[in-house]
């Protein structure tokens, strides 16, 4: 199993950018693709970036696409989420989750193949 704590939300203006962090526990962290989503009040819940177990595959959501980086340091054990441009649209709760799958297909994006999953952190955009 891998818990999962993410930090580095807040408030921001359009245009700022902000660094979220997806910090793992346990020592099978490089087993697991990391994946980042996101639930705006109201909305869906919806798939940001992804990243596999070595960090040298990454999968981005075409919302995020160009201004978003995800990265991983297994060495710390903690996955990045960079995210540039910011846009009130950006505004929702983002999740890290977990997943031991292939990284490869609808697995990459798909939230019902991830195992575990962070508490959240908000991250509020202004216009």
Known sequence: QVQLVESGGGLVQ?????????AASGRTFSS???AWFRQAPGKE?????????SGGSTYYGDS???RFTISRDN???TVYLRMYSLKPEDTA?????????PFSGSYRYRAGHYDFWGQG????VSS
Do not use: H, M, W
């Open 14 to 22: 359009a245009e700022d950018s902000l660094r979220l962090s997806c």
């Open 32 to 34: 697991y693709n990391i």
């Open 45 to 53: 819940r919806e798939f940001v970036a992804s990243i596999s177990r």
């Open 64 to 66: 995020v696409k160009g």
């Open 75 to 77: 060495a710390k054990n």
């Open 93 to 101: 709760v983002y999740y890290c989750a977990a997943g031991p799958f």
């Open 121 to 124: 952190t908000q991250v509020t």
